[in-house]
């Protein structure tokens, strides 16, 4: 996607303008300095947390700026304010705690209804925890599903779990760190053994990558909890074309004795297949030849 270095000098902010800010997601270093000069022109800041907002914006050199909350439990009744500033004239800055806005945090309700207005939203890009994450993690980052936050609810978990359980690209969670051994456990029942990262902390002093299969990040979690931002890229499941003998070597005999236990007990071979297709994620085509392979 990328075209070589930058062919113009930063824009001016302009009239009317709904400017979605990524900002610093632990180190200040990552701020751009179009994000910089961005925060200062405009004539608002809408922040997920003014507090925070105020913070970053002494920390960059931006002071005297105008802050109104824009958060989760605040957006509809902001929506309609900050739109009746935008048809003023007044441009405004979208800023969360850190990262993107919009990306399971608030905003695209925000980005909706600008563009329902006829008014003009644009981007001024920034870290992203999903991204880093991905690109760090040793998993093959395309395709990949964002999934975010998964709900708090076990079995509302557990039923967001099965369906992507069979999805072929790249799972990208979030998760807090008080609920992340939990989550494992169901990534592990649910979706089953394979590769994953946890990414925490990233771009800050603490910053960690553990890789590894799930039931190993598991046990790494129950020994050392992580503490910090969590990020939790995980392994789709192999595609007929990925699937081979050599990377399912480690559970074929299992198969092939489970496969071979339950046709004994006059169960259809078929509908054998078809229970051990849904348990591993193979297709039940190549799954019929990998076990076919390992009898002759």
Not at 11 to 36: F, H, K, M, Q, W
Not at 49 to 65: I, N, W, Y
Not at 166 to 193: K, M, N, Q
Not at 268 to 283: C, D, E, F, M, Y
Request: hydrophobic share 40%.
């Amino acid at each position: 996607m990328g075209q070589g270095a930058a062919s113009r000098e930063i824009d001016e902010v302009r009239a009317g303008v709904l400017y979605i800010c990524g900002t610093p997601i632990g180190n200040l270093g990552d701020a751009s300095r179009r994000l910089i000069e961005t925060l200062r022109a405009v004539d608002v800041i809408a922040a997920e947390d003014t507090r925070v907002a105020r913070k970053l914006l002494s920390a960059l050199g931006v002071e005297g700026k105008a802050l109104v909350s824009f958060h989760e439990h605040n957006k509809w009744k902001r929506i309609p304010e900050i739109l009746s500033m935008l048809k003023r004239g007044k441009s405004v800055a979208l800023v969360t705690d850190a990262g993107m806005p919009a990306i399971s945090d608030p905003g695209w309700e925000l980005v909706k209804a600008t563009l329902d207005e006829g008014l003009k939203v644009t981007v001024v890009p920034g870290p992203s925890a999903s991204v880093s994450a991905l690109v760090v993690s040793g998993i093959r980052p395309c395709p990949f599903t964002f999934v975010g936050f998964l709900p708090r609810d076990r079995k509302e978990r557990r039923e967001a779990l099965a369906r992507i359980a069979r999805r072929s690209e790249t799972l990208v969670i979030y998760e807090a760190p008080h609920r992340v051994e939990d989550c494992l456990e169901d990534i592990l029942d649910i979706l089953g053994e394979r590769r994953m990262a946890l990414v925490r902390e990233l771009t800050k002093k603490f910053e960690e990558v553990r890789r590894g299969k799930v039931s190993e990040i598991l046990s790494s979690v129950r020994k050392d909890p992580p503490k910090g931002e969590i990020t939790l890229v995980v392994e789709g499941v192999a595609t007929e074309e990925e699937t081979t003998p050599s990377n399912l070597e480690g559970i074929l005999p299992r198969l092939r004795e489970a496969y071979e236990e339950l046709t004994r007990e006059g169960i259809p071979p078929n509908k054998v297949l078809s229970l051990l297709a849904r348990l591993t994620g193979v297709r039940k085509r190549q799954l019929y030849k990998l076990l076919k392979v390992g009898k002759d």
